[in-house]
């Protein structure tokens, strides 16, 4: 059997299964579906807003829910898990009745494969939806990104690196997908090496040049920007490369300006301190420490790292952390 049939007899029973389910009538909720299902992008879009939404709203009740259960009152609690439940079961069944009208929709698929796994913890469910979602739109890279992450993950890294490889051909300029590509290649550079038959520099060399290219597309993205700066420090410890830490250095001071919180400045502050130290440039270093020390006047790593910079005795073991 070809594998395309394969993935289309995955596709139909996933098809089936969506299908059967959604046979019951529609809560109250999700009346408006069979408006909205005159034009599929239309409802595609939609449905996909309502899940951002309902997710969303679910992580906020289970975060009060544990509020609740710390504070000894379980019955406030069970009630925010309920309805952290009733509103996957809601977005579920919001996708199960887009499918009904539309079954080869790659991203309505896709989205809903997302759900089933990651909220419900459906694998199975999850890859024949994807499966579908690739062999129905088979220019669509969403559905390879999930298969790459999930088989990789799973430890099959041939099939997850040959899905990343499709990836990267529909979409080299999407830097979501960069910065998944090469977080693969760092994690599980001896995997990715015996599958390319690359040395583990080559593993190295062609992260970073993802990772890179992704912070230069999307340079407001603090995790991507965070990311690179970060890889720079993978190459001196797992790689064996000659690094470039004055440009290690230049990725945080990008990062920074776009860092949520003053604890995440703080690490650009102290992390482009660790950089210039790398790079031989203790006066460049010292001055990030100071910056990183009006942010968190106690940390114990900013006051060592100042004192061996400028040749002072290190601080008092009892220093409060």
């Not at 919180?261 to 440039?281: M, V």
Request: glycine share 4%; proline share 5%; charged share 25%.
């Amino acid at each position: 059997m070809s594998r395309r049939i394969d993935l289309l007899l995955c596709g139909l029973f996933a098809a089936a299964t969506i299908t059967g389910a959604a046979a019951a009538p529609l809560p109250a909720e999700l009346a408006n579906i069979a408006q909205l299902a005159e034009n599929e992008q239309r409802l595609a879009r939609t449905v996909r807003d309502y899940d951002l939404l309902q997710q969303w709203l679910c992580d906020w009740d289970i975060a009060l829910a544990q509020q609740h259960s710390a504070a000894g009152d379980e019955a406030l609690a069970n009630g925010k898990f309920e309805n952290a439940q009733h509103r996957i079961a809601l977005t579920r069944r919001a996708y199960e009745e887009a499918l009904r009208y539309y079954p080869n929709n790659g991203r309505l698929l896709t989205h809903y494969g997302g759900l089933l796994y990651y909220r419900q913890f459906d694998k199975a469910g999850a890859l024949r939806a994807w499966k579908l979602a690739e062999a129905t739109s088979p220019k669509l890279a969403a559905p390879l990104n999930e298969m790459g992450i999930h088989y990789c993950h799973a430890g099959q890294y041939g099939t997850g690196l040959r899905y990343f490889d499709k990836l990267m051909a529909l979409e080299p300029n999407n830097p979501v997908y960069l910065f998944n590509v090469a977080q693969i290649y760092l994690i599980h550079f001896p995997q990715v090496q015996k599958h390319y038959g690359w040395d583990k520099q080559k593993v190295y060399r062609t992260a970073m040049k993802w990772s890179k290219k992704a912070a230069r597309l999307a340079p407001d993205d603090f995790e991507i920007l965070q990311d690179y700066a970060v890889n720079f420090f993978a190459g001196d410890i797992n790689f064996d490369v000659e690094v470039n830490w004055r440009e290690a250095a230049q990725a945080w001071q990008k990062a920074r300006p776009h860092a949520p919180d003053q604890t995440k400045r703080f690490f650009t502050w102290l992390n482009e301190a660790r950089a210039w130290i790398k790079a031989g440039e203790k006066q460049r270093a010292a001055a990030c420490l100071r910056n990183a020390l009006e942010i968190h006047p106690d940390s114990k790593p900013a006051r060592r790292l100042l004192a061996e910079t400028e040749g002072q005795p290190e601080p008092a073991k009892d220093a409060t952390p």
